[in-house]
């Protein structure tokens, strides 16, 4: 969801600090939106979302729960990202 310099982008599961700033980085850079919000739990809940070195090195819970294996972060962050670049 786009407003002016505003979106929200629905995530399908909780993603970690980490991750999540890289998404909000990459997004605003790639689209020139000044405020992009991640809205996790949108419609679903698929698992805790990490970045593939979180997932690796252990990932204290969330790593535990996250049932996707280490590359559902960069798919997620791939899918986000994407979609974002369809609503400039």
């Not at 629905?10 to 992009?36: F, N, S, Y």
């Not at 419609?43 to 990490?50: D, H, V």
Request: hydrophobic share 40%; net charge negative.
């Amino acid at each position: 969801l786009r407003l002016n310099d505003l979106l929200i982008i629905g995530i399908p599961g909780e993603m970690t600090a980490e991750i999540g700033k890289k998404l909000r980085d990459q997004v605003a850079e790639k689209t020139g939106v000044k405020h992009p919000i991640i809205g996790g739990l949108a419609n679903e809940w698929i698992s805790y979302i990490l970045s593939p070195e979180q997932y690796n090195g252990g990932g204290g819970y969330e790593a535990s729960v996250s049932f996707y294996g280490p590359q559902l972060g960069p798919t997620v962050m791939a899918a986000a990202l994407k979609g974002a670049e369809k609503l400039e």
